[in-house]
Structure formats: structure tokens, C-alpha cells
């Protein structure tokens, strides 16, 4: 059973802090990583897309990522209230079309 | 922008009635899922489809239908719907031929009672 492991949170940060999302995963061939971010009662949105090793940064939203390590992280910078939602991890299971998805990160920004 | 619509938005029915939720999306996209999403459990994939007629079972695809005759609409059917399927369920759609982004509708918000 492939899994997709994220700690439920919630992660508290105060306004202007950088925060930490951290997403390991257990199927050593999965090639595709995304973050969601849903707010209450919302559906999930995408955020970030990442497919190599490494970083990559779009805005305030970097994702990086570690094959060897089965670890990716999504980091946000200069965090807003507006942030305040939960962030889903999604993992591209190899060789068919569905994603498997972690119970997701309850993340707050206080102002 | 990829835009995937939802039927409903809330829906409340009784149980032993039969339900359908409809999903449309207008970016031609191939595949087309149905989720459900409960406090705790995260998100649940029901059914999804990779072509028109196409349907392949996920992980909890017990007590619920698909079809898909149109390459962009997606429905879900619950034949009786019992009070264990109350649940916000949310549908998403991908290209084929993609690193599977999937892109996901509003949501319904199911009440069986």
C-alpha cells in the first residue's frame, strides 16, 4: 500500500515567518510531487508542481524535492494570513493516472 | 484556466434514494475522478475514467456507479444511498498524456439522512 505521510499540524507560524511543510512518501518510483492548498469547506487548489530533484520556487511558494531521501517539502516565505489553510501533498503513483494524497498539514499564520 | 464544474454545491437527500452528481470540465482533458473527502480520512478516490466508456474502480468504490458517455462530463451515482455516504465529494480532471496535475470542481456537499 502506497503511502503519503504528513504531519496533521496544526503548524503555527506568526506573520513575515517562513513555514515548513514536510511530506515523505513510501513508493520509491513515484516521479510526480504536487502541493494543494484547500481552505474550510473549499476544494483543493494547485499550488505547486515538482518533478526533479531539487528546488524550485514560484513567488513565495518554494517546493523542494529528494528522491533518494523519499522527501518533499513545500516552503513559504514571508507567510500571510491568507495562508492559514491546509496543504495536501499528492504523489503521482508510476505507471497509472491516479495521485495518492497525505491526510494533509493544517497550517495557521498569525497576524 | 482549467475550470471543472459541480452540479451542486449542497445537496441533502434521504436514505434508500438514488443520487446522481454530475461533473463537467472544459479543458478536454481525458481523465476525469471522483473523490470523497471526510475529517480525518483525506481524500478518497471513488472511480475514475482515462476515456468516454471508461471506467476503472479506486479504493472505495462500494456502494457507488460512474458512467461517462460524454468525453467532458463525469457522473457519480449512489444507487441507495445510505447515511455512511454523507460527504463532501469532489471531482478532478487531468490530461492523459501529463504528469497527472489534477485540477479539481467546488466540491458537493452531500447530506444523507
Known amino acids: 500500500q502506497k503511502e503519503v505521510e504528513q504531519n496533521s499540524g496544526p503548524l503555527s507560524v506568526p506573520e513575515g515567518a517562513i513555514a515548513s511543510l514536510n511530506c515523505t512518501y513510501s513508493?520509491?518510483?513515484?516521479?510526480?510531487f504536487f502541493w494543494y492548498r484547500q481552505y474550510s469547506g473549499k476544494s483543493p487548489e494547485l499550488i505547486m508542481s515538482?518533478?526533479?530533484?531539487g528546488d524550485k520556487e514560484d513567488g513565495r511558494f518554494t517546493a523542494q524535492l529528494n528522491k533518494a531521501s523519499q522527501y518533499v517539502s513545500l516552503l513559504i516565505r514571508d507567510s500571510q494570513p491568507s495562508d492559514s489553510a491546509t496543504y495536501l501533498c499528492?504523489?503521482?503513483?508510476?505507471?497509472?493516472?491516479?495521485?495518492?494524497f497525505g491526510t494533509g498539514t493544517r497550517l495557521l499564520v498569525s497576524p | 484556466d482549467v475550470k471543472v464544474t459541480q452540479s451542486s454545491r449542497y445537496l441533502v437527500k434521504r436514505t434508500g434514494e438514488k443520487v446522481f452528481l454530475e461533473c463537467v470540465q472544459d479543458?478536454?482533458?481525458?481523465?476525469m475522478f471522483w473523490y470523497r473527502q471526510d475529517p480525518g480520512l483525506g481524500l478518497r478516490l471513488i472511480y475514475f475514467s482515462y476515456d468516454v466508456k471508461m471506467k476503472e474502480k479506486g479504493d472505495i468504490p462500494e456502494g457507488y456507479s460512474v458512467s461517462r458517455e460524454k468525453k467532458e462530463r463525469f457522473s457519480l451515482i449512489l444507487e441507495s444511498a445510505s447515511t455512511n455516504q454523507t460527504s463532501m465529494y469532489l471531482c478532478?480532471?487531468?490530461?492523459?498524456?501529463?504528469?497527472?496535475?489534477?485540477?479539481f470542481g467546488p466540491g458537493t456537499r452531500l447530506t444523507v439522512l
Open positions: 513508493d520509491r518510483v513515484s516521479q510526480s
Open positions: 499528492a504523489v503521482n503513483e508510476e505507471g497509472f493516472q491516479k495521485l495518492v
Open positions: 478532478a480532471s487531468s490530461y492523459l498524456v501529463s504528469n497527472n496535475e489534477q485540477f
Open positions: 515538482i518533478y526533479s530533484n
Open positions: 479543458m478536454d482533458h481525458e481523465n
